[in-house]
C-alpha cells in the first residue's frame, strides 16, 4: 500500500552515462515533484507536473529530462551525468486544487556518480 | 523573494526536555508554512502545516507550531523529547498556485539520552 514509490532506491553508475528514475504515486493526486537534496541535505525542486502538463521548471540542466506518461507517474532522465549530479532525489505528490495542500514523499534514489 | 530561514543546522537536546526548533520566513503574501521530519535514509513526512485557520498548530507526535506574522516566525516546539524524534527538521514556505515549496536549510535534532 505504498503512497508514494520509487525506483530504483541506489544508483550507481560512471560519468557520461544516461539513467532514470521512476515514480509512481497511488493516492490519486493530480501533482507530482522531483526535489534533488544534496549532501548538505539541502532540498530543492527541479519539475513539477501537474495532469501531465509541466508547470514548475526551476534552472536545471538540460540533461535532466522528466517525463509524465500519466498524472500517477513521473520519471526522471538523466543524460550523460556528471559528479555534481551525486544526490538524493525525491518525487513528491499532492492535490493542487485543494489549497495548499502538503506534499506527500517517496523514500528517495541514492544517485552516485563515479 | 520568498525565503526560509532555520537558525540552527544542529539542535541537542536531553530526553524529556523542551524541543525548540527556529524557523523564519519572509514573504510578500500571507504565507502557507510546514514542518517536515526526514528520518534518516527515509523521505520527508509532513509534522504540521499553517494555512491561515489557527496560529497555533498541532502536529504529529506531539509537535506544535506557532505563527507569529509580527516575528515572521514558524517555530516548532515540543515539550518532551524523545529518543525516537532524533532526525532531520524542515521547515517549509508555499506560494502560488503552482504548489511551490522553498525548503529551509534543515535542523538536525540530537536527543541525548
Known amino acids: 500500500d505504498t503512497a508514494v514509490s520509487q525506483t530504483p532506491k541506489y544508483l550507481v553508475t560512471q560519468m557520461g552515462n544516461d539513467k532514470s528514475i521512476k515514480c509512481e504515486q497511488n493516492l490519486g493526486h493530480d501533482t507530482m515533484y522531483w526535489y534533488k537534496q544534496d549532501s548538505k541535505k539541502f532540498l530543492k525542486i527541479m519539475f513539477s507536473y501537474n495532469n501531465k502538463e509541466l508547470i514548475i521548471n526551476e534552472t536545471v540542466p538540460n540533461r535532466f529530462s522528466p517525463k509524465s506518461p500519466d498524472k500517477a507517474h513521473l520519471n526522471l532522465h538523466i543524460n550523460s551525468l556528471e559528479l555534481g549530479d551525486s544526490a538524493v532525489y525525491f518525487c513528491?505528490?499532492?492535490?493542487?486544487?485543494?489549497?495548499?495542500?502538503?506534499?506527500?514523499f517517496g523514500p528517495g534514489t541514492r544517485l552516485t556518480v563515479l | 523573494a520568498q525565503s526560509v530561514t532555520q537558525l540552527g543546522s544542529h539542535v541537542s537536546v536531553s530526553e524529556g526536555a523542551l524541543v525548540l526548533l527556529r524557523c523564519n520566513y519572509s514573504?510578500?503574501?500571507?504565507?502557507?508554512l510546514f514542518w517536515y521530519v526526514q528520518y534518516p535514509n527515509q523521505g520527508l513526512q509532513l509534522l504540521l502545516k499553517?494555512?491561515?485557520?489557527?496560529?497555533l498548530v498541532k502536529g504529529i507526535n506531539g509537535f506544535e507550531a506557532e505563527f507569529k506574522k509580527s516575528e515572521t516566525s514558524f517555530h516548532l516546539t515540543k515539550p518532551s523529547a524523545h529518543m525516537s524524534d532524533a532526525a532531520e527538521y524542515f521547515c517549509a514556505l508555499g506560494r502560488g498556485g503552482y504548489q511551490k515549496v522553498t525548503f529551509g536549510t534543515g535542523t538536525k535534532l540530537q536527543v541525548i539520552p
Open positions: 514573504s510578500s503574501v500571507p504565507p502557507y
Open positions: 499553517y494555512t491561515s485557520a489557527a496560529t
Open positions: 513528491a505528490s499532492s492535490y493542487r486544487d485543494r489549497g495548499f495542500d502538503e506534499q506527500f
